[in-house]
């Protein structure tokens, strides 16, 4: 996926800017679409928690919190990491973001949840980690995916390109040393359990393989012009 994204923006064809639009766009459109968000009288306007991580994938996230913002959902976003060392396509969304509202730093997620009733979010969008997954999760991120799998955080969550904790490879959740055995339960927050996965220009052996299916839910691949 990696040579085919640096095959085509060598040849001039296209930046990674614009992959990561259409990629965020991708993503959005399918929410749109499945009207993953109840936008009625009861709940005028649809509620979007966005996790963005350190990478590409959370630039993605950046681009999907915009676009939901532009089509009237209420966004908010949480980001792990330091704005200042994203790589430049996330670092360019973070910022055209952050005119429209404010980047929380994910440290900051358990106080913002304290005061809110439960469900208070139609959608949770998972772009915290893609294909540059390395290695397990970080506890912050943990603490989201508990929540989101006990069912109190959101009504359904979309992940960006894989869901994170899962390896885009081998479809394996990657776990701590402390439980090489794996016997730690998927509430640990270990990965994020997602009703949608939207991925781009292919599936990738982990959607299919290992905990794939479990993790990813539907699996929907889009075009994004590579
Ligand atoms: N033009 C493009 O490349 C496009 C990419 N798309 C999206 O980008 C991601 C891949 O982006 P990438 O930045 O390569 O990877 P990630 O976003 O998955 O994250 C990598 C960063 O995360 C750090 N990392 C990795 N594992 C952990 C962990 N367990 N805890 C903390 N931090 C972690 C990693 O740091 P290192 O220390 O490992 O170097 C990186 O900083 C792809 O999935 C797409 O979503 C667009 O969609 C299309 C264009
Ligand atoms: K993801």
């Not at 085509?8 to 990629?23: D, F, H, K, P, Y």
């Not at 766009?25 to 009288?41: C, F, K, M, P, Y």
């Not at 959902?73 to 969304?93: E, H, I, M, R, S």
């Not at 998972?126 to 006990?150: M, N």
């Amino acid at each position: 996926m990696r040579a085919v994204e640096q095959a085509a923006i060598a040849s001039g064809r296209v930046t990674g800017l614009e992959l990561m639009e259409r990629a965020g766009r991708a993503v959005a459109d399918v929410i749109t679409e499945r009207r993953l968000g109840t936008s009625n009288d009861t709940n005028p306007t649809a509620r979007a928690l966005v996790i963005c991580g350190p990478g590409n994938n959370g630039g993605d996230g950046f681009v999907v919190a915009r676009l939901l913002h532009i089509r009237g959902w209420q966004v908010d976003v949480f980001l792990y990491g330091d704005p200042d060392t994203l790589p430049p396509d996330a670092k360019v969304n973070h910022d055209l973001w952050s005119v429209l509202g404010p980047v929380h730093p994910l440290a900051s997620f358990p106080a913002f949840c304290e005061p809110l009733a439960p469900l208070p979010f139609d959608l949770l969008v998972d772009a915290a980690f893609g294909i540059g997954l390395t290695r397990p999760l970080p506890q912050e991120f943990r603490t989201v995916f508990t929540h989101l799998s006990s069912g109190e955080l959101a009504r359904s969550c979309v992940a960006i390109d894989i869901p994170s904790g899962l390896c885009a490879d081998t479809g394996t959740v990657l776990r701590p040393a402390a439980d090489p055995a794996g016997r730690w339960p998927a509430a640990e927050g270990l990965a994020c359990k997602a009703d949608l996965t939207v991925t781009f220009h292919t599936a990738k052996p982990g959607h299919l393989t290992g905990d794939g299916p479990r993790y990813c839910g539907t699996v929907i691949v889009k075009d994004i012009g590579l």
